[in-house]
């Protein structure tokens, strides 16, 4: 999610300055909610006098500003939830594919040569940008770029799907199994 720059104008100084309930409500209800609730008018370039003003307000407001916090955390946790969940039945019909008796040959081999393409295409326009000693024209190297970056990206959800993403990923979704039961 891309932040507009005047609301990020707005929150490098919530930020810098501790302001994470704050900043947080601003994210989520919007700067004109919070100057409504807090009573202050939140700006780019605001004077300590500001700060301090918004920090006592932050202080008197801080049980409903964490109750907005935990409805976020609680709506980040569902998205989540919903991703793993696609993952995990995309790769539990990959299975069911692979493991099953009646299933033609050709759906048992063509997402892992997909996949294996996909890679190998990576790896060769890789070796082609970095090591092609040939003359080329500036532009026709950055279209190989922009090509690689994008392989590159796809080669990584390819990767993540087959191999899993990491260790982390993995310690998230327990905990989200966990936080969610």
């Known amino acids: 999610m891309a932040i507009p720059a005047v609301l990020s104008a707005i929150l490098k100084p919530l930020l810098g300055n501790g ?10 209800k919007g700067k004109d909610w919070v100057e409504q609730k807090l009573g202050v008018e939140l700006k780019p ?3 300590s006098d500001e700060i301090i003003r918004l920090k006592q307000a932050e202080m008197e407001h801080e049980e ?3 109750k907005l916090k935990l409805e976020s955390d609680k709506l980040g946790l569902q998205q989540l939830e919903m991703y793993l969940g696609d993952v995990d039945s995309a790769r539990d019909r990959e299975s069911s594919i692979a493991t099953s008796k009646d299933a033609p040959i050709l759906n048992k081999i063509v997402t892992p040569v997909l996949a294996l393409t996909v890679i190998g295409l990576t790896f060769i326009l890789f070796a082609i940008v970095m090591f092609d000693k040939s003359p080329v024209e500036p532009s026709r190297k950055d279209i190989l770029v ?6 590159t990206a796809i080669a990584t959800q390819v990767t993540a799907y087959y191999f899993g993403s990491s260790s982390g990923s993995k310690d998230k979704a327990e905990e989200l199994k966990r936080l969610m039961k």
Do not use: F, H
């Open 19 to 28: 302001l994470n309930l704050v900043g947080n409500a601003v994210l989520a």
């Open 45 to 47: 370039d605001m004077t």
């Open 64 to 66: 409903e500003l964490l």
């Open 146 to 151: 922009y090509v690689l970056g994008a392989l």
